[in-house]
Structures are given as structure tokens and as C-alpha cells.
DNA sequence: ACCTGAACACCGTTCAAGT
DNA sequence: ACCTGAACACCGTTCAAGT
């Protein structure tokens, strides 16, 4: 029997336990998510799962903050980038790839909510920026504002999944907080709040898919349009000239 | 001595102790929140202040998040909607009213983080909404189009200060989140990112707040551009024509 | 040098049992 | 009817002490 041939020593209660290393950490993790939703991914369920204690984990991990962004950054590996490189109008491209980020958060709204703190910064997430910011320079937008709009349109994307939150552990809370709004809209005084009440329920009206797909038109047809502050030495006397003809 | 005059009977250990009601409660979660931070008004310390055991909060309040949506709507009376009623272009302040509830939001980014999930549902966040449709109304955005809209401005500025969130307790976390995502994009490789490479930490360039300003200006921009789908019968065969004339 | 048991200082929420 | 003590089932993070 050689060396290459020999099993490695299985410890005695689980076989196949993941080395104590960061990536067999965020895989653990990723597996944890998967199996029993992100807020079981904890240090101290993590660490049972790796059969250690909790403190063994912050020799690879700086913090839950940073657990999370990593296991994000894996899960980030689902978008579809495809479009970036594939032919047809820019603009529509560019809302597949999005609405793919979208999706993928969208089955995990709590790290979409991390996400806003805590970004990720793997490669994945690098992939991500690079397909965007091609997509918005073959769109013809200057470098400096697609530095800032890549942003905005991640940012737009990441808090609408991040608003699915609500009720992930509990459906019956998320249905407190909308009935609550909705009695409210419902319910405006029509002198105090006379917009509200001429609009109703029509303010949380629509699918979110439609919401969505509109909010990222409203972005991408606003970027063209509005230049950075000072980009072309447009500030001058303290208010910018803050649009632009197409 | 008449009935009027009789100082009400205090208790034994504080005598302005506040009554056990739903306002008193969230009367006493503003001021620790401003005393002690956010982190520290939850179910039992906010029990603790109130001299009774965390249980009897429930009677009132139905859990943490709405607690916290209630103390929102009370501090977006700080909001100032003077810009709504003033003269002036409708764009300058309706950017004026969405700074101000920025600026509020900016001094409590956990609060903001909450708002995204659950959102308040009281006067003051009514008050916020009427202000901000009557702009919207008076720059003859049409009123379908208004009610998704107002929801895209304050999804931006709450999430933009969401973001902040990080390192509220402790600015070393913060510092290291930041400190990794400008690591990543300095190293990117400029075969696998040529983009990220090519713009470096412009990507994180700038004053926070010619950021907001500029989205703001974004979203203003776009949303005159970009009809909500199938508002006039544009919907047709799937694909909507996601661009207007201004 | 590397790792971790045990402790510190907390949480949200429920419910049986009191008044 | 209204309220709550006590319990249940957890947390993140640190650090002294082990190997």
C-alpha cells in the first residue's frame, strides 16, 4: 500500500469532517445556509457543526459581519454573467445580470441585508463589478460616473432582497408589518395626508418583479442624463449643473 | 386642596417614572436610544429602564422590529418638509426634504437598517410620504408613476444610510470591512477584472455625500424618462418600451 | 505556536401561574 | 382580565490556560 493510496486517518466520529481551515469554514457555513437558512449560521452552531468551539473560528474569521460576507461572496458565483459578453442593446444586458444577482439574493434576503453592511470583496464579487462596468462601457458611460452608478445599481438591487427579510423566520410577522402599512394608507386622513389617500394601496400596489425591472430602467435611463459633480469643471458657484442632454 | 391640584401618587423608586402604556414605552426607547445607542434598546433593557420584566413589554408591542419601527416614525419628526410648501424648482427640494430624512437617518444607521425591513407606519412617516408626493406631483410626474417612485427615493437614501451601520459599536470593524474591499480592488488582476483594475478605488472615491446627491439626481432624472409598464397601453407583445420622451 | 474550554455578558420570546 | 417571574433556547466574543 502506498503513500498516495492511504486514506488520510478519518477522526473517529466523522469521517469526512472539513479541515479547520477558512475555506472549510465558508463551506461548512454555505452548507449550513443551504440546509437550515442563514440565521443558523451562527459561530457557535458553525463551530458544533465543525465539532470545535466557538472561539477555534475567530483564529480564521474576524467576526459574524465577515462570515457572512464570505459565504455571500460563494453564493455570488450563481449570477448568471453570460449577457456581459453576449450581443444585443446594452441596457437590457445590463437588467439580465442585475435581475440574476437579484434572483440569487432574493433566496437569501438576510445576507442581501448583511450585504448592505458588510460587502463582499471576493472574487466573485469582482467578476460581478467587471461584467457591470463592461456593460456600462460599451454603453458609452464615462468611467468616472460608472464607477459611482455600479454602485447604485447594486445597491438598488441588494435592498430590494434585502426588504424580503422581513418574515423569513416568521411569515406571520412580515404580514403584521405590510397589514400594518396598508391599514395605514388605507386609513390617511384625506385633509392631514391628501396625497396618500388619493393614492391608497396603489403605493404597494404592483408585483415586485415589475417594481423592479422599473426601478433598474429608472437608473439606467437616469445615468446618461446626470453627470458626476465637477466632472467636466461644470461646479463653479457651489450648485452643479446636475443635468445633461442624452 | 382640590382633585385638579393633587400631584398624581408617584412610585416608590422613580417618581417620573412613565406609565406602562405603548406611548410611554416608546417615549422611554427614544431616550435610551439616544443615551445609550440603538444596540441597547431591546426587550430587556428597555424593560429594565421601565422597572418590570421584559414579558410585560408584549402586552404593547408585538416584537423588536416594530418596537424599532415605532421609534423611527418618532424620530422622522425631525424631518424638515419645509422645501414641500416653499417655492423654488420642485427637483432642489424634493433633493432637500430626501437630505433632510437622510441626515436624520444618518444618526442612527442601525435604525435605517431596520426601516428597510420594517418600515414605520405612523403620522410622521405619512407626513414624509404626502411631502414627497406633492413634489413629485407638482414636477407632473403622473401619479402611478409617483407612488413607485417615492418609494425608489426613500429606498435609496434609507439604504444609503443603512450602509453607515457598520462599525456603529465598534469603527476598527468598519475600518477592516473597508480595508478589504480597497485591498481587493488595488489587486485586481487586469486580465480576470480589467475594468475593477482600471478604475482601482475610484470605485470607493468621493465624499459620502456627493454620492447621495448625485443619486438623487439619477433617480429625478429618471424617472420622467421611464413609464411604469403597461400604464398606457404600451405593454404590448412582453417587451415594454422602458424609455419616454422627457 | 496554535488552539480552545469555559466564562462573561448579554439576547428574544413564551407561558404557567399569580393578583 | 391583566400582568409578569422564571424559564427556554439561544447569541458574540474574549482570554487564560492548555498542548
Tied chains: 1, 2.
Excluded at 12 to 36: C, F, N, Q, Y
Excluded at 71 to 86: F, Q, R
Excluded at 226 to 246: H, Q
Aim: proline share 7%; glycine share 8%; aromatic share 4%.
Amino acid at each position: 500500500m502506498t503513500a498516495h493510496s492511504t486514506p488520510r486517518p478519518s477522526r473517529r466520529e466523522r469521517p469526512s469532517k472539513p479541515a479547520l481551515t477558512r475555506d472549510g469554514i465558508i463551506e461548512t457555513a454555505v452548507a449550513l445556509m443551504g440546509a437550515e437558512g442563514l440565521r443558523r449560521v451562527t459561530m457557535r452552531r458553525l463551530a458544533q457543526e465543525l465539532d470545535t468551539g466557538p472561539a477555534s473560528l475567530y483564529v480564521y474569521v474576524r467576526n459574524t459581519a465577515e462570515l457572512h460576507a464570505a459565504v455571500l461572496d460563494e453564493l455570488l458565483g450563481a449570477v448568471d454573467l453570460s449577457p456581459a459578453t453576449a450581443s444585443g442593446d446594452w441596457r437590457d444586458r445590463l437588467v439580465r445580470v442585475l435581475t440574476s444577482y437579484t434572483r440569487v439574493l432574493f433566496e437569501h434576503p438576510g445576507l442581501a441585508r448583511s450585504a448592505l453592511v458588510a460587502r463582499p470583496s471576493g472574487d466573485r464579487y469582482l467578476d460581478l463589478l467587471d461584467a457591470l462596468l463592461s456593460l456600462l462601457s460599451e454603453g458609452g458611460v464615462p468611467a468616472d460616473r460608472a464607477a459611482w452608478a455600479v454602485d447604485l445599481l447594486l445597491q438598488f438591487a441588494t435592498a430590494t432582497a434585502a426588504e424580503h427579510a422581513a418574515g423569513e423566520k416568521d411569515p406571520a410577522d412580515a404580514e403584521g408589518e405590510w397589514a400594518a402599512l396598508a391599514r395605514a394608507l388605507r386609513g390617511a386622513s384625506a385633509t392631514r395626508h391628501p396625497h396618500v389617500a388619493a393614492l391608497g394601496t396603489e403605493l404597494l400596489s404592483g408585483p415586485g418583479e415589475a417594481r423592479l425591472n422599473w426601478g433598474f430602467h429608472v437608473l439606467i435611463n437616469g445615468i446618461p442624463h446626470t453627470p458626476r459633480p465637477g466632472a467636466t469643471g461644470a461646479e463653479a458657484t457651489g450648485s452643479a449643473d446636475w443635468t445633461e442632454p442624452p
